[in-house]
């Protein structure tokens, strides 16, 4: 079956031309709560205007409410898409974990799908989000055509993936880069993209220099030559990324995208070359879907890239006459004596409809004829419509004037329409109620993270943390546990694949036999690794719990406590329905982007491709390198599983001397360990206790900011 191409829709003029130049679907914002808040998105009017217009020529309409979204706004956002569900917009696109919940119960009718931002990428995550409702899951960027059939194979919904454009450095929905940094959430849809900005990695802290370089930005996709390969792997729809950019760019690549998919073949030279001109990073990447990473997937667009002004005027002179696109409509029309003259309009999908007119007279001079009133019922200039057979059945020596003729296919056209655009029904039930405030504590107790086993000292584990936890991987490694009196917990990787999972179960029952008794989940995916583990299961800071209905949903799902978004405002926390006990991240560096690349070989000019195994941590990955700005900020670079990467923020979160984080309900406080050395990290737990004030440069974080 050929895919559905899902094309840009950044704005009332970029929505027609996804649709004349041969969209199957568009995506778009209305209202506040999309992950492109910067786009010209549409008002009401529009919205309402556009769902017409694209139903009329049979293009499906996704609303993306694809943002994490607060207490507070969860009520607007519910209204949101009930307006559109009333209106007909085929499906809603869905980050938030307590926005899914809340539109499963109360729009029990309207199709939802997994945004990208809830970085699924193996079939167990897809297959969760399918279980909890969702049609469609959007798959990162970074996956794999080998990633992506064992997804399609484990996965009952639809499976939606990347084909053109913008690559981000992060796994999307995993980004706190421009939040932490500028105060603008990509989580929010307000990014303000400081990956495409000049940095530099640099040796070690205080290291000199290098050119400075584009070293987080990546070139854009084009995965025009394997549109064979990914329907033949059952891929439902092809997205192309660009609600940010121009409508004639939008109609430029939908319409080759279109032609290719129509026409079941690979790109021309001349046909890349256009699409490299409409719009490039030093040419384009089919390097994650080939399961390549690595140097050769970075790329800049020069600061004084010539806009194609020619390319782009025939483009908007070709889509603006709305002539490129049509509706096929079979026409059968009956004009008998004595009885009114009648029309029926039946569309490709079989809906048809049917007009009456006067009754025909008798012919004075000349009768009409079969051939005039197909004739007249084949002039649909002017409207969505083409006529593709007319039938007529004209009694003999009868008289209709063109005038009647004309109104009669006016009157089908204007029915046919009406019954395209009808929204469908659906039901609409009462909102839940939000949960109960049941775990609100008093003032929270400490748990640990680690990144490396050394950080594990006696001076830490003598302060007796409620928690102490510790990347999966490297427990493999132990034949024991240091003896101490606090709660062992496994940190699952925040990313991995399903070629990975018969391992991650290995290294799980290695670390139970070792007295492991929790983990920490930070993706959907884990849910199936550990469902029958028997470990308390904690939610991570991956899984964005952003409002009470997010920690709703992790207590359905069998979770026994989660930690919190640290892009929430103090006050936010205070407000939360605690029906779980909370966790949020107190000191260490906060992590700002994981990324599919180890950073660190690119610096060093390796090159690797890897389509075999994970690899958990390598010898090249351990020197010290850190990502140095255009102000001069270093940000760390910690190996991840996999040979990826994790960035962290150029200065730790210090609260210890700030009182108010003690007073919001949270049952746990976590101290993240990331580039302390072992000497530190007890120290800093006894400070934490004492109320100490830093000891070197700090940040608040965005708990008192907050973000836009």
Not at 67 to 77: F, G, M, V, W, Y
Not at 195 to 214: A, D, E, I, W
Not at 510 to 534: E, I
Not at 660 to 683: H, I, M, N, V, Y
Request: proline content about 8%; some cysteine.
């Amino acid at each position: 079956m050929t895919p559905e191409l899902l094309a840009p829709a950044g704005s009332p003029e970029a929505l027609r031309a996804a649709v004349q130049c041969g969209a199957d679907a568009v995506y778009l914002g209305w209202g506040g709560f999309n992950a492109r808040r910067s786009a010209r998105n549409f008002s009401d009017g529009e919205f309402s205007q556009a769902l017409i217009y694209c139903h009329t020529y049979g293009v499906r309409v996704y609303l993306t409410l694809n943002t994490l979204l607060s207490d507070r706004e969860l009520p607007q956002a519910l209204e949101t898409a009930r307006a559109a569900c009333r209106l007909g917009v085929d499906a809603v696109l869905v980050q938030d974990w307590g926005l899914l919940a809340l539109l499963r119960e109360a729009l029990p009718d309207l199709p939802l799908h997994a945004s990208t931002q809830m970085s699924l990428f193996t079939s167990g995550g897809a297959a969760e989000a399918a279980r909890e409702g969702c049609t469609r899951v959007v798959l990162a960027r970074e996956c794999s055509r080998e990633d992506v059939a064992a997804i399609c194979r484990g996965c009952p919904a639809e499976i939606e993936i990347f084909a053109h454009g913008a690559l981000c450095m992060c796994y999307s929905g995993q980004c706190a880069m421009s939040a932490v940094v500028g105060g603008r959430s990509g989580n929010r849809g307000a990014c303000a993209q400081p990956c495409r900005l000049l940095c530099s990695l640099v040796p070690s802290q205080g290291g000199p220099s290098p050119k400075n370089t584009h070293a987080l930005s990546l070139k854009d996709s084009c995965l025009a030559g394997s549109l064979r390969d990914m329907a033949a792997l059952g891929v439902a729809c092809l997205k192309l990324e660009g609600r940010m950019k121009r409508p004639e760019y939008v109609a430029l690549v939908t319409g080759i995208y279109a032609r290719l998919l129509r026409e079941d073949r690979p790109p021309t030279p001349a046909e890349l070359a256009l699409l490299e001109q409409a719009f490039s990073r030093s040419g384009f990447t089919d390097g994650y879907w080939q399961g390549r990473r690595g140097p050769d997937l970075f790329g800049t667009r020069p600061e004084n890239a010539p806009e194609p002004k020619e390319l782009f005027a025939a483009a908007r002179a070709a889509y603006e006459k709305d002539a490129l696109r049509a509706v096929p409509v079979r026409f059968a029309c009956r004009i008998l004596a004595g009885t009114p003259c009648a029309l029926t309009a039946t569309d490709e999908d079989g809906r048809a409809v049917t007009v009456t007119g006067p009754v025909p007279e008798p012919a004075r001079t000349r009768p009409l004829t079969a051939e005039e009133v197909s004739a007249r019922l084949a002039k649909t200039g002017g409207t969505a419509y083409r006529c593709a057979s007319a039938e007529t059945e004209v009694s003999q020596g009868l008289s209709l004037p063109a005038s009647a003729l004309n109104a009669l296919r006016r009157d089908a056209l204007a029915a046919l329409t009406q019954a395209r655009t009808a929204p469908p029904e659906r039901r609409e039930c009462p909102v839940p109620p939000p949960p109960e405030n049941t775990h609100a504590a008093g003032e929270p107790r400490f748990t640990v993270s680690v990144s490396s086993l050394d950080q594990l000292t006696p001076d830490l584990l003598a302060c007796a943390p409620a928690r102490t936890c510790v990347p999966l991987e490297l427990l493999a490694g132990l034949d024991r546990l240091p003896e101490a009196d606090t709660r062992w917990c496994a940190i699952l990787p925040r990313v991995w694949r399903d070629r990975d999972e018969p391992q991650l179960r290995t290294w799980l029952a290695h670390a139970k036999t070792l007295g492991v008794s929790g983990v920490l989940l930070g993706n959907l995916g884990h849910l199936p690794l550990v469902s029958d583990s028997g470990l308390y299961l904690y939610g991570d800071y991956g899984l964005n719990v952003f409002n009470s209905r997010s920690l709703d949903f992790l207590q359905s799902k069998g979770l026994d406590a989660a930690c919190l978004s640290f892009e929430l405002r103090f006050s936010q926390i205070r407000d939360l329905r605690k029906c779980l006990p909370t966790e949020a991240i107190v000191y260490g560096r906060l992590p700002l982007m994981v990324t599919e690349h180890c950073l660190v070989q690119n610096a060093q000019g390796c090159r690797l491709s890897e389509t075999g195994p994970a690899v958990p941590r390598e010898a090249p990955c351990r020197s010290p390198r850190v990502l140095r700005d255009r102000t001069g900020a270093e940000f760390p670079l910690l190996p991840a599983y996999g040979h990826r990467t994790e960035l962290q923020n150029s200065r730790p979160l210090w609260l210890a001397d700030l009182p108010d984080w003690r007073r919001l309900g949270l049952t746990w406080a976590r101290l993240r360990f990331t580039t302390e050395s072992p000497a530190d990290c007890g120290k800093i737990l006894r400070d934490y206790r004492s109320g100490a004030p830093s000891p070197g440069p700090f940040t608040r974080g965005l708990y008192q900011r907050g973000v836009q």
